[in-house]
C-alpha cells in the first residue's frame, strides 16, 4: 500500500484520491490537485490529527520534539504539542513549531556580532517570531460517531485555518438490495479550508484562499460495492507555497464548482496463505503481518465528474485521454464541463514470515498495476489485437496507451518491531530508446511497529526526490 494512500479515483490519474502527509505546513497534510497523480509517497490508515500524533509521541515514545524536513518549509523543524482535555468530550490543543535552520542562522548572527552593546533580549521578540510558529486547536466529541474540529496554525504569520465536521453513518436501511445491506457504514465529511493546500503531480504545493468540500463515502470491506461523492468550491487565485512563482497554476484550482461520483467493485482472492508455523502465545509485531501469504486484489468501477466555473477548462486540454472513447463534454460559453471513465487496478502481494521472531521474519512485496483510463485501454488493446491479427507493426503510442501505472514496495524486517520499507513508481515508455523501464520516484522508510497496540506503528519516510521527511502515527494499516 502506499504510504500517502489515495481516497479515492479521479478521473485523470487511476489513483485514489487521498490528503497526502506533508512535512510543508503544521496541519500535515495536503489534498492532491484535482485529476493529477500525487507524488509518490508512504500509505497511511485511519487518519489520526496531527496534535493527537503529537501527543502520543510525547507520553509514551519518550519524545518531547518530533522532527520534520521539507525544503519547501526552509528545512529542519521540530514540533510539540500540548493536549488539554476540557471535558470527556472537549479537549484544547496548542501546537508549537521551530525551525531549526533559521534558530541556528540567528545564533551564528549573534556570535559573529558578539562585540555589539545591544542585548539580545532587544530583539528577542522580533527572532522568536522568526523561528517559531505557534497554532491551536480544539475538537469536540458532539456523540460516539460525530465530531467537530477547528484548527488555526502559523497564527500571527500566515494565519492558516481548517474546519472539519465528521460523521460515520451506520446502518443506512435504504441502501439494501433484496433485503441485503449494501453499505453498512458511511463517512460523512465536511470542511473547510483557509487557504486550502494541494499538491501537484510535480511536487509543488498551491494555496488557494478558501476551499470548501463535502464528502460522502462507503467503508468497505477487503471485497464487495463501495461509492464515492465529492463536492468541492474553490475560491479566489491561487498562489504557490514555497515553490516557483513562475509555475503554471493547475487549472483544476481555478475559481469553480467541481462534482464527483465514482463506484466501484472490489475482490480480494487468496492464492496462498499459510497459518502454520506460528509461534504459540507469542503475539506478532503486528496482527496485519502475521500470516506468510500470496494475494491478488482487483477493482473495477467507473468516475464521472461535472465542473462548473474557470476550473471547467481543465476538460478543454488535449491530452492522451483525448483519443479515448471516455464521455467528454465542454461548453465554454457557460463554463461547464463533464467528464466519464471507467478504471481498474491490480495488486500482487507476497509475504513470507509472520513478525513474530526477532530477525528477518518478516518479508515483504507487492506490486499495483493501475488502469488510469479504462477507456483508452480497451481502445488500446482492439487496436493492438487488430494489427496483431493483420500482421501490422504495432504503433508505440497505442502500445503506451495499454501499459498500466506501476507501483512496487518491498518491506523487510531489521530487528524486532523494526523493519525498513521502500516504494517506488515505475514507468514503462516504449517511445524511449534508453529507458524502456525506469524508477521516477522512490520514498524510503523505517517503521516501528507498536506490539502493545496490535496494528500500529510510528513511521519515519523519507523522499529524496522531492527533499521531505517526517515522522508520523500510524494504525491499521497493511
Known amino acids: 500500500m502506499l504510504l500517502r494512500r489515495m481516497r479515492w479515483m479521479s478521473e485523470g490519474d487511476g489513483r485514489w484520491e ?182 501537484d503531480k510535480k511536487g509543488l504545493y498551491w494555496d488557494v484562499p478558501l476551499s470548501l468540500s463535502a464528502d460522502l463515502a462507503s467503508v468497505g470491506s477487503s471485497s464487495g460495492l463501495s461509492y464515492h461523492l465529492f463536492l468541492q468550491q474553490n475560491s479566489g487565485e491561487p498562489k504557490c507555497f514555497g515553490g516557483d512563482e513562475t509555475s503554471d497554476v493547475p487549472i483544476a484550482l481555478l475559481p469553480g464548482l ?52 474557470d476550473c471547467s477548462r481543465r476538460v478543454s486540454i488535449r491530452d492522451e485521454t483525448q483519443r479515448s472513447n471516455a464521455f467528454r463534454m465542454f461548453n465554454e460559453r457557460n463554463k461547464f464541463a463533464a467528464f466519464a471513465d471507467l478504471f481498474a487496478s491490480v495488486t500482487f502481494t507476497a509475504q513470507y514470515g509472520n513478525f513474530q521472531r526477532l530477525f528477518l521474519d518478516l518479508t515483504k512485496a507487492s506490486a499495483r498495476f493501475d488502469i488510469a483510463s479504462g477507456s483508452l485501454f480497451l481502445c488500446g488493446a482492439s487496436c493492438l489485437a487488430q494489427d496483431f491479427f493483420f500482421s501490422r507493426k504495432p504503433d508505440i503510442e497505442t502500445f503506451c496507451d495499454v501499459c498500466p501505472d506501476v507501483t512496487v514496495s518491498f518491506q523487510q524486517q531489521i530487528v524486532g518491531p523494526f523493519s525498513f520499507r521502500v516504494e517506488s513508481s515505475v514507468a514503462i515508455d516504449p517511445r524511449s530508446q534508453d529507458h524502456f523501464v525506469r524508477v521516477d520516484d522512490s520514498i524510503f522508510a523505517i517503521d516501528w511497529a507498536l506490539k502493545v497496540l496490535g496494528s500500529a506503528k510510528a513511521t519515519a519516510w523519507y523522499s529524496p526526490k522531492h527533499q521531505e521527511a517526517m515522522v508520523e502515527l500510524r494504525f491499521f494499516e497493511a
Open 258 to 309: 467541481c462534482a464527483k461520483a465514482a463506484v466501484s467493485i472490489k475482490k480480494s482472492i487468496d492464492a496462498w496463505r499459510k497459518k502454520e508455523d506460528k509461534l504459540k502465545n507469542v503475539q506478532p509485531y503486528d496482527v496485519f503481518l502475521s500470516d506468510s501469504h500470496a494475494s491478488f486484489t482487483g477493482i473495477v468501477g467507473a468516475v464521472a465528474s461535472g465542473y462548473l466555473g
Open 18 to 199: 487521498l490528503d497526502a502527509e506533508t512535512p510543508a505546513t503544521m496541519e500535515g497534510t495536503a489534498r492532491p490537485v484535482p485529476g493529477d497523480p500525487l507524488p509518490l509517497g508512504l500509505s497511511r490508515g485511519p487518519r489520526v490529527t496531527r496534535p493527537k500524533q503529537l501527543d502520543f509521541f510525547h507520553r509514551f515514545m519518550a519524545s518531547p520534539l518530533v522532527p520534520t524536513f521539507s525544503a519547501a518549509d526552509g528545512g529542519l523543524s521540530v514540533h510539540h504539542a500540548h493536549l488539554f482535555h476540557l471535558t470527556d468530550n472537549w479537549s484544547f490543543t496548542i501546537l508549537e513549531k521551530i525551525h531549526v535552520q533559521k534558530l541556528v542562522s540567528v545564533v551564528k548572527e549573534k556570535l559573529a556580532n558578539r562585540q555589539e552593546e545591544a542585548p539580545w533580549t532587544k530583539d528577542l521578540k522580533k527572532h522568536l517570531h522568526d523561528v517559531m510558529s505557534l497554532g491551536v486547536g480544539t475538537e469536540l466529541l458532539i456523540t460516539p460517531d460525530t465530531t467537530l474540529l477547528v484548527e488555526l496554525y502559523d497564527i500571527k504569520k500566515g494565519d492558516r485555518g481548517k474546519a472539519i465536521f465528521h460523521h460515520k453513518a451506520k446502518n443506512l436501511d435504504a441502501l439494501k438490495l433484496f433485503g441485503i445491506q449494501l453499505l453498512p457504514q458511511q463517512n460523512i465529511t465536511f470542511q473547510a479550508s483557509w487557504p486550502g493546500l494541494f499538491v
